[in-house]
Each structure stands twice: as C-alpha cells, then as structure tokens.
C-alpha cells in the first residue's frame, strides 16, 4: 500500500505532507463511495477519452491495485480503484455487487461518469445535512471528552450556552444531548464510523 519512501522506511503518504494535504482513503471494501474498474470484457467497447481521462497518477499501490482520488471538479473527489489484473491501456468497467451496498455502488459509478461526460453531478446521499452535522458534534465533543473537558465544558462550545446555573444545567436539554454526543462519538471513533460510509439500510 505504501507508495512514499523516507530513511529507508515505508509510509501509506508522503510524510512531508501536512495532514489537510495527504490525501485520504478509507477502505474500498467498507466505502460504498468507492469505484471499482476492472477490464472491461470483449464485448463492451474502449472508450479512450475515457481511459486518458482516468490515467491519473496511483496515490498509492496494494494488493487490491491502484488507489486514486479522481477529481469530480465540483470541489469534491472520488476514491477510484483500478483493480490488480485490470490492463493499464484496455476498456475499463465498473463492478456492482448485487447487494444492498450495489445502490450505493451505483450512486458512485454515476457521479464518476456526470464527472467524465461534463455533466451536473449528483450529489453524495448517505449523509444528509443533519446527519452530517450532527458527526461534526460527535467529533468535537469526543474531542473535548478526551482532552479533559466535562460535560458542561463541552456543551458551551458546542451549543454556545450563556452560563447556566448549576439547577438550569441539570434540567437543560443539551446536557442530555451532549451525554449522548460523547457516547455515540466514542462509539464512531472506536469503529462505527464504517456506517456513515453505506447507505442507511431499510429494516
């Protein structure tokens, strides 16, 4: 997986890059968001404005191929994987599982080709506005969490109290919010995140 060499020793990037530079990949099994290309069978034809298109540089290499972040061009990118065995120069094709997780596959294959057609590209739908939001505060608040800060801490500078007396903080709603903010962000960090990476399933 590694692709950058520094004294000797491998690294997943570049280890001069600053943290808001490096570019990030979570993996493709887990990121419905990810696209998979494979050799395309005989029968489809190439498409070779496509193919230069997608001739981006690997960020890095593994066992499962080449990882890119193909830029939508609308300030996002896409994590694209060229897999092991896939012929550098033949037709490519997308694979979709024929599961729950092929609609969020879908969703990933049609955003990359609005982006190689210049069209209006959808947007990324399993996080609304409100779930997005609220992973935000999630974070913050675990961050504060483990920094030391008590609840109340956490509170004002996520809701931006105006210095509750000590009975309001105990009947205040955003005490409670910010006690389930500190469980459900110490529940992500320790591995739920891989559920903001799929669609919400349907039970």
Known sequence: MALANAGGCDFPVRPSLKATEAPVFWSAE?????????????????????LATLSEAAAYLDEQGAHTLHDLGNGQRLHVVRLAGAAADGALAAIVPLDLDGFGRIEAVTRL????????????????????ARARRM???????RN????????????RLKK????????????YATMDLIKDGLAMVAGGYRKLLRHRRRS
């Open 113 to 132: 080709l609005k982006s190689l057609y210049a069209r209006a590209i959808p947007p990324d739908t399993r996080l609304t506005r409100q779930q997005l």
């Open 148 to 159: 030391g800060a008590n609840q109340q801490e956490i509170a004002d500078v996520i809701f």
């Open 139 to 145: 974070l913050q608040a675990v961050d504060g969490h």
């Open 164 to 175: 509750p007396t000590r009975d309001e903080w105990q009947a205040a709603p955003e005490r």
């Open 30 to 50: 887990d990121d419905t968001g990810a696209v998979l290309l494979t050799s395309a069978p005989p029968i489809l034809p190439a498409d070779s404005d496509v």
